[in-house]
């Protein structure tokens, strides 16, 4: 880690230095206990990002889940990563292209976008960030940018869309952000509809979304708690050392960026087109999910594999609903659901997604 100029920490995890710039401010914090968080949030006690839930490193089982999902969708994602990175280049000809990912989510991507970029001969700077649901993106961070880049080079990378939460944030956080960075998202996949440019609308596994800090820099999702962020400081991180030995952040990226970078690029023009149906779709998709669970509270929802994900490593879903389930990019999900003893459901067959977590109400929907 150095300290730069402003007296803010900055560093790029496990990652090579010329990969990423974290601007997150590494802190210890306990982690909460998944059912005392869960709690906590949902009786309006305490935001999600005021505390961390523990991380482990994933049984074998599931280790070897994750490693079939980056040789079956290795060469997809690649694919996507070189054709996302085109469609970049003609959004900034001939300028430098200020890749802003969303911390965590987006990191390994704004990673394989900045190596693709760069082999391509493009000049590119990659910054890792946070953005929080209803709480907005870091404001620190983007005054950071703004004094080395021209905010109008920048664009935000995500990983994927689940239902739109980030992507609504986003735009909500910019709109009043007196720096001029324009409110673009750019995702590898975007089921939602939500992003301004994306490789696909498919919700197919891509396979860094199976696992949390050991592919991501070993880093923590980011932080926005008053004891350890204060005025000035960038939103706060944790950090996995003791985690080095099992570290995939390197190897996912040295398995895809050499085929990114060799890869033709595809048009990726038509998602434009699509963004109204999908995002109609998913809208009617959540309010049935909602009427069927008698909820109000659509941040239950969470539409997508790697939504889904998440929430059952860090959350307590009450169910797993299914498209197919011997879809193997949905494998890695039923093994996390018998685990934790989670009934699965059928999602109807016509559906976008392929999967769907719903959180456990511990009765204070509000």
């Known amino acids: 880690m150095r300290i730069d100029a402003d007296a803010s920490p900055v560093f790029s995890g496990s990652y090579d230095p010329q990969d990423v710039t974290f601007l997150l401010k590494p802190v210890s914090m306990a982690a909460t206990d998944v059912a005392a968080k869960e709690a906590a949030i949902q009786s309006g006690r305490r935001h999600y990002s005021e505390m961390i839930a ?3 490193i994933p049984d074998d089982r599931y280790l070897g889940l994750y490693h079939a999902a980056l040789a079956r969708n290795g060469a997809r994602l690649a694919q996507d990563v070189a054709s996302l990175a085109a469609g970049l280049v003609e959004r900034r000809p001939g300028r430098e292209i200020v890749l802003v990912s969303l911390a965590r989510a987006g990191t ?3 990673v394989l ?5 760069r082999a391509w001969g493009h000049r590119a700077s990659h910054y890792s960030i946070s953005i929080i649901r209803d709480r907005g993106i870091d404001p620190v961070a983007l005054a950071h940018i703004a004094d080395r880049h021209d905010p109008r080079d920048a664009i935000f990378i995500d990983g994927w869309t689940g239902k739109g939460a980030i992507a609504q944030e986003l735009r909500r956080s910019l709109a009043a952000c007196p720096h001029g960075f324009a409110p673009e998202l750019a995702v590898i996949a975007d089921p939602a509809g939500q992003a301004d440019i994306a490789a696909s609308d498919d919700d ?3 396979a860094s979304g199976l696992l949390n800090g050991i592919v991501s820099g070993l880093v923590s999702r980011s932080i926005l708690n008053t ?3 204060g005025p000035g400081d960038f939103h706060a991180c944790v950090t996995y050392p003791h985690y080095a030995h099992a570290d995939m952040s390197h190897a996912f990226i040295a398995a895809i960026a050499p085929l990114a970078a060799a890869a033709t690029p595809r048009s990726i023009a038509g998602h434009t087109a699509r963004r109204a149906i999908l995002g109609q779709a998913c809208e009617t998709m959540v309010e049935a999910l909602l009427a069927g669970t008698g909820s109000r509270d659509r941040n239950r929802i969470k539409p997508g594999i790697a939504e889904a994900t998440r929430a059952l490593l860090r959350r307590m879903p009450e169910r797993l609903l299914v498209r197919d389930r011997e879809d ?3 494998a890695h999900l039923l093994h996390l659901a018998a685990g934790h003893g989670i009934p699965i459901e ?3 067959a016509d559906s976008h997604y392929r999967a769907v977590a719903i959180i456990r109400s511990l009765g204070n929907d509000r």
């Open 113 to 117: 976008l900045a190596r693709t970029l």
């Open 54 to 56: 523990p991380e482990s």
């Open 108 to 110: 390994p991507i704004g």
């Open 346 to 348: 059928p999602l109807g």
């Open 328 to 330: 193997a990019d949905v």
């Open 204 to 206: 197919y596994l891509i």
């Open 227 to 229: 004891d350890v962020v």
